[in-house]
């Protein structure tokens, strides 16, 4: 079973959940959150890594101006002055310009877009750093998930947009982490709606269990919605979390929630 | 605006509420098509299903309109699909502008963008000075869309391990768009030898540190009960830190 943990809200513990769950399971760990991966400072291992590209054009000399390309582009992703110019920054390699380019003169060539890094440790953790200046994590997570079997936790991005849907899409179970804050809550129902339109099983994990709102749990009760797990709120999480170490005091909380789900 | 807060604690007077259409998603018109496939063989996302002929998963269309240009018998149209709501709205702090996008979809930089552009009209139709934008989470479209066209960057990081990588990613992103950085810590005193790294970082690499910030069991209380403004050893802070800020900004 593939499990991901996602949040609407960031800060919520989806690493917290997500390295420690897999880790006390021992199932592979994918940490979808390119943009800001985290869940290696948490798993040690031998390290190894390769550089990850997408597709982006490149005009050719025979280039004759002809503006065919700046037409199908839905991105602005080129301008034509002479000949065509493209903004790679822009591209969502969609392929429609060098396809549609009566000259053949677009050739699609690779850009690095970020690594994929793979540790072997006590488990195996798979992550993507995004190249800094990247618009789009989607490509890189689309190439990090192509590594995935059938049982795996996914660490996805904070919020309720693209990435997020990326992350969660290929997933048989969605783990939402909340914690008691009106804030979560909100962020928690949007993140509900997501998951529900995409058809998936779902429940939630309460972090910081024991802040005085109590929202969270009576959203839940009143939706029909399954609290898996609560988590305390304690000094000493979030000290362990700071120095990277994993929770061995909840070793059996995290074993009772993955037996719950799986 | 994927996961909007700050409304929650600002209870702003709502003057007025938009529907945003700024995303366009394909639609595949049964009856001229002809069961060809192309659409099918060309989309890179995945976007093309067959259930009993083809048709469009709104959730991994991106839009781009390849399979609506090369369509043999034009059976693909482009249609306008609602991207979020906008908000415009008055607190007792002045204006406030946000949006909520609709969940799941994409285009959020684009939405960023125009609340942007909302707040800059503002801001020049009522002569202020100054305007503040609470970025997303990360260094990818949405961030890249706030941090266009602005001054200066406030990079609040805590004091773990990940905040100090994040932080760094987040000051690399914001030089690369020749933004100057001003770097918080909040919760310093979680670990103060990482706190103490990040403050060297940025002295090493000429970046303004603002301050440090305690963890304040208050600050959280009043957080989540909505006790706005914050007045507690943290909201002081905050305060002094927002002075040093000014003082960079004017």
Known sequence: MRIAVASGKGGTGKTTVAVNLAYFNSVDLFDLDVEEPNDHIFIKGERSERKAYRKVPMVKDNCNGCRVCKEVCNYSAIFVIDKAYVFPELCHSCGACSYFCPENAIEEVDREIGKIITVNGDITLIYGELAIGEASPVFLIKQVKDSMGKTAIIDCPPGNSCPMVESVVDSDYVLLVAEPTPFSLHDLKLAVQVVSELKKDFGVVINKYGLPFNGVEKYCKENGIEIIGKIPFKAEIAKAYSRGELLYDLKGLFKEIYEVIA | ?250
């Open chain 2, 1 to 250: 605006m994927d996961a909007p807060n700050l409304h929650i604690l600002l209870q702003p007077e709502i003057l007025k509420r938009e529907e945003v259409y700024i995303s366009r998603k394909a639609y595949i018109v049964r009856d001229k098509c002809s069961l060809c496939g192309l659409c099918y063989d060309l989309c890179r996302f995945n976007a093309i299903k067959i259930n009993d002929g083809y048709e469009i998963d709104e959730t991994r269309c991106e839009g781009c309109g390849f399979c609506f240009n090369a369509c043999p018998e034009k059976a693909i149209e482009m249609r306008e699909v609602k991207t979020g709501d906008l908000f415009i709205s008055k607190t007792e702090f002045g204006y406030f502008v946000h949006a909520l996008l609709k969940p799941g979809e994409e285009n959020s930089g684009r939405l960023v963008a125009e609340v942007k552009n909302r707040a800059k009209d503002l801001a020049e139709e009522n002569k202020a000075k100054l305007i503040l934008i609470d970025a997303p989470a990360g260094i990818g479209c949405p961030v890249i869309a706030s941090l266009s066209g602005v001054d200066f960057a406030i990079v609040v990081t805590e004091p773990t391990l990940s905040g100090l990588r994040d932080m760094v990613r987040v000051v690399e992103l914001a030089k690369h768009f020749r933004v100057k950085p001003l770097v918080v810590i909040n919760k310093f005193d979680l670990n103060e030898e990482i706190s103490a790294k990040i403050e060297d970082y940025c002295k090493k690499n000429d970046i303004e540190f603002l301050g440090k910030i305690p963890f304040d069991e208050k600050l959280i209380e009043q957080f989540s009960a909505l006790k706005f403004p914050f007045d507690c050893l943290a909201s002081e802070k905050i305060l002094e830190c927002w002075d040093k800020a000014k003082s960079c900004i004017f």
